[in-house]
């Protein structure tokens, strides 16, 4: 149960992601700091969204701030943590493809429809991000794909040498759950690049269908500490 939430986390990133950069000017929504090389290049180049990147960072920051305060506070009366984070989640995708479809195309990134489009993806990714680092540390990260593609093949190239017999299992464990997020992540992206070329007004719709599934999935004794 845990590896399928983790395919459905991964997935729903990588679709936000790739949706996201292609509808809103190379936003990146799912791990922000890919906006400062996009923010540099608009500068550059004189295009729109500079705007948008900019605040993409604060907005981000924000968001998983409250998300750990508010978690603490559930946690304290015993609440559904991760259930109605992914909840949340899914009520900021719901918006953020209700404001594509009713506001969309975005010809000017910088424009109020595109900010607060971004601006919902951007929050609804940040609470995955902060859910998946307290609530789930141990599996793979979904959002940001270098760490878990280096891990990978530092664990190939240990398997390929004489390691000792328990580093061997450690290594055979982590392989799984990391092509898992890794190969989710970029059929992720696979699907939110070809939904936008083909419906790009309703290229957002999907994402709150699969953080739903999440919610589904996540059932508390697999995800909650302790």
Not at 31 to 47: P, R
Request: with cysteine; proline share 7%.
């Amino acid at each position: 149960m845990r590896l399928l939430l983790l395919v459905l986390l991964s997935f729903n990133a990588g679709y936000v992601d790739a949706a996201g950069f292609l509808a809103l000017h190379g936003l990146f929504t799912t791990h922000v700091t890919g906006n400062f090389v996009t923010l540099g290049a608009a500068v550059a180049m004189g295009a729109t969204g500079v705007l948008a990147k900019l605040l993409a960072l604060p907005l981000f920051c924000v968001v998983v701030l409250a998300a750990r305060l508010v978690g603490v506070g559930m946690e304290r009366r015993d609440w559904p943590v991760t259930r109605i984070m992914f909840v949340l989640q899914a009520a900021l995708l719901a918006a953020a493809a209700a404001l594509s479809v009713r506001l969309g195309p975005f010809p000017d990134g910088d424009a109020w429809p595109a900010l607060a489009t971004g601006g919902a993806l951007v929050a609804a990714m940040a609470i995955q991000n902060a859910v998946h680092r307290v609530r789930l540390p141990s599996l793979p990260p979904s959002t940001v794909m270098t760490g878990p593609t280096t891990q990978m093949m530092v664990d190939l190239g240990d398997l390929m040498r004489p390691i000792r017999p328990e580093a061997r299992a450690a290594a055979k464990k982590r392989l799984g759950p990391t092509g898992l997020s890794v190969a989710a992540f970029a059929l992720g992206c696979g699907a939110g690049a070809l939904v936008f070329v083909a419906v790009p007004l309703w290229c957002f719709a999907p994402a709150p269908v699969v953080s739903l599934l999440t919610f589904a999935v996540a059932g508390r004794k697999a995800t909650e500490p302790g």
